[in-house]
């Protein structure tokens, strides 16, 4: 037990025997309250109260690996890693009060910290500084210093606001004047939520501040801009998409948070039913053809094609990626960046792909009738090209590319399967419940007819939720998964495609064919407590269902 201990003080050995899987998190949390006589804090039904978080300073209660939680009298409830009588009496000192130690895992502590001290946490005296400087002319005459001054309340704010937007998982951060005010959302498993108001005053100089950091023009407020910033975060290498657009009132900006430390899923870890993966994962691996990757903006399409790529990368291959931007790079795949200015543009970087003996191409995006020609021919001249699309479903993918002008003989000969998809949120774990779905998810669900054909499911009446808790910052959901769509091209299916068929006379065949919904995948999520009937809703097009 002292070895479990004393590691736990610095966390080295408590950590590498939960990654060993020696040990769960939970089991060790167990262990200790137990050895040492204290209770557990379950974190799930515990909200640390403000006026016992202020007694600690965020720096410090991470160094201390403690969390005050609750004020009893004189006393101080406080979550430790370390129950020890030496570890205990360290924090006592360090809030100055008696304290009463609960023993937490080491996942839930970390959830807790990044939780209760917020990075935002001090933008009020950030913003106060600003305000009590010279006129707002005048600070901006003096911006461009504000790369060198680590220091400047607007160079503060701004580096809060991303730090803060990393713990929270957020996958864009969107600042927007709004009048008098400036208001900052994060976009957080997929959802935006409103997170900062800071005064109008503070606007022009937060963009500028964007800008210079992403390279770009702060004299051209008028014209869209885009940009990039590469920068470590909390020893976290990140990559930020800066967009700047003229709306009324300022300029928006947008930053879409490219986290670099995360690993990257593999095909089983998407979400996807067992049978589709299967025959998704059959059809990657085929000598040359072409799979689609179909969905809108942030529906998860460049995730499915990474993974894709780390199943078909192998030494005996040469995989080969033309992208905008490249979002994550891979030692032993060929990457290329497309940079209009130097005229490398998709088409004519697919163009130089093909002199490179390519084995697998991916096409980032196909935005163009010219990419979407010469990524056909790659795939009817034996490469396997894998791209993404626009479209809301797997069979309205076939028809965008024969909007573009792509003939219909040439997309018969050359796709082979088409996966649409869309990213729900996950019904968090932490606080998941029984609950009664108003009548309109009734409805919703019946009209789907997703009810009847699962067995051993719980009733209608008996379906699941997140009631809401600490982790999921009270919205119920925590993380994402995938729904799929998967349309395979048979002979029939390129019949109708040369034919030039009607939209809903494809769906139908593919539909007699076993190919199952995005709607009817997403209902058996919903039937297995992965998510709710309202988020299908908000999430995935329903129309003609």
Do not use: W
């Not at 713990?167 to 008098?180: L, V």
């Amino acid at each position: 037990m002292d070895a479990v201990r004393d590691a736990d003080g610095d966390g080295t050995l408590a950590e590498r025997l939960i990654e060993a899987g020696v040990v769960t998190d939970e089991a060790l949390a167990c262990t200790l309250a137990e050895h040492y006589g204290v209770e557990v804090l379950d974190f799930r039904t515990a909200d640390p109260q403000p006026d016992a978080v202020g007694l600690l300073s965020g720096a410090t209660a991470r160094d201390l690996r403690a969390l005050p939680v609750e004020v009893d009298g004189d006393v101080v409830v406080v979550g430790v890693l370390d129950p020890s009588p030496e570890h205990v009496s360290t924090v006592a000192a360090a809030i100055g009060r008696p304290v009463r130690a609960k023993v937490s895992s080491h996942r839930d502590l970390v959830r807790a910290l990044d939780t209760a001290y917020k990075a935002t946490g001090e933008v009020g005296q950030q913003i106060q500084a600003f305000e009590a400087r010279d006129s707002l002319r005048r600070e901006a005459d003096r911006l461009e210093t504000a790369q060198v001054n680590e220091e400047a309340p607007v160079v503060r704010v701004v580096q809060m606001v991303i730090t803060q937007g990393l713990r929270d998982r957020a996958s864009d951060i969107h600042i927007e004047p709004s009048g008098d005010r400036v208001r900052v959302r994060y976009r957080i498993d997929g959802a935006l939520a409103d997170v900062l108001d800071l005064p109008g005053s503070i606007g022009p100089a937060l963009v500028s501040r964007i800008k210079i950091l992403a390279g770009m023009n702060i004299v051209e407020r008028r014209r869209p801009q885009d940009g990039q910033i590469s920068m470590a975060v909390e020893e976290r290498q990140v990559d930020i998409r800066v967009a700047s657009t003229a709306v009324v009132g300022g300029e928006k900006i947008v930053m879409r948070l490219l986290d670099k430390s995360r690993p990257l899923f593999r095909l089983e870890q998407l979400g996807m039913p067992t049978d589709t993966a299967s025959r998704y994962s059959a059809m990657i691996h085929a000598p040359y053809g072409m799979v689609i990757c179909a969905g809108p903006t942030g529906g998860g399409k460049t995730t499915t094609l990474y993974a894709s790529l780390g199943e078909l990368n192998t030494p005996d291959r040469n995989l080969m990626t033309i992208e905008d931007p490249v979002e994550y790079t891979f030692d032993s795949i060929n990457q290329i960046q497309i940079n209009e200015r130097a005229g490398v543009t998709f088409a004519g970087g697919l163009k130089s792909i093909l002199r490179q003996d390519p084995d697998v191409i991916l096409v980032g995006e196909i935005r163009d009738v010219d990419t979407a020609r010469i990524a056909v021919q790659s795939a009817l001249t034996g490469h396997l090209v894998l791209s993404s699309l626009h479209a809301t479903e797997a069979v309205a993918a076939l028809y965008r590319l024969l909007d573009m002008g792509i003939e219909s003989f040439l997309i018969a000969s050359s796709v082979t399967a088409v996966v649409a998809q869309r990213l729900v949120r996950r019904n968090c774990p932490n606080c998941l419940e029984p609950y009664q779905p108003s009548a309109e998810e009734l409805a919703f669900l019946r009209s789907v007819g997703g009810v009847e054909r699962v067995e051993g499911l719980p009733p209608l009446g008996e379906l699941q939720h997140g009631s809401g808790c600490h982790f999921c910052a009270h919205t119920g959901y925590l993380e994402r998964t995938g729904v799929y769509e998967l349309l395979q091209v048979t002979d029939e299916v390129r019949q109708l495609i040369v034919e030039r068929a009607p939209h809903d006379e494809m769906r139908k065949l593919a539909l007699s064919q076993g190919m199952r919904t995005l709607q009817e995948q997403a209902v058996d999520l919903v039937l297995q407590g992965a998510t709710t009937p309202a988020e299908i809703m908000r999430s995935i097009y329903v129309a003609g269902v």
